[in-house]
């Protein structure tokens, strides 16, 4: 993924691990929502910490999660994302500002359609 390519774009980020049940359970909601977002204004991207016992691989092929993802080391902090505990969310705006964390569910769904980002 080229950073270029997020450019004038809002961008949802979620933060998740492989053992995180809470964040795999999310995952029906996240497809469901990234189906119906408008991708030329939105991208999605999850950062994952890997954990002993639960492979990524087995977890994307099963879900069929159809966005980037980058996986990251190994440890609930991630520096200088102010990462503390999964699943932790980030929605950015097109000039590259925070502007919703620890959105999921309804509450996200509602969020996008307020912005004006489905299709």
Not at 89 to 100: C, E, S, Y
């Amino acid at each position: 993924m080229n950073t270029d390519s997020l450019r004038d774009r809002w961008v949802f980020i979620d933060f998740w691990s492989t053992t995180c049940g809470p964040c795999i359970e999310e995952f029906p909601n996240l497809k469901k929502l990234y189906g119906t977002v408008d991708k030329s204004r939105v991208e999605f991207i999850a950062v994952v910490d890997e954990r002993r016992g639960a492979s990524l691989q087995e977890l994307m092929r099963k879900h069929e999660l159809p966005w980037p993802t980058l996986k990251m080391g190994t440890g609930t902090t991630m520096e200088g994302y102010d990462i503390y505990s999964y699943p932790t969310t980030v929605l950015i705006d097109p000039k590259g500002k925070i502007v919703r964390k620890d959105i999921r569910g309804e509450e996200l769904n509602n969020v996008f359609q307020d912005l004006q980002l489905l299709q």
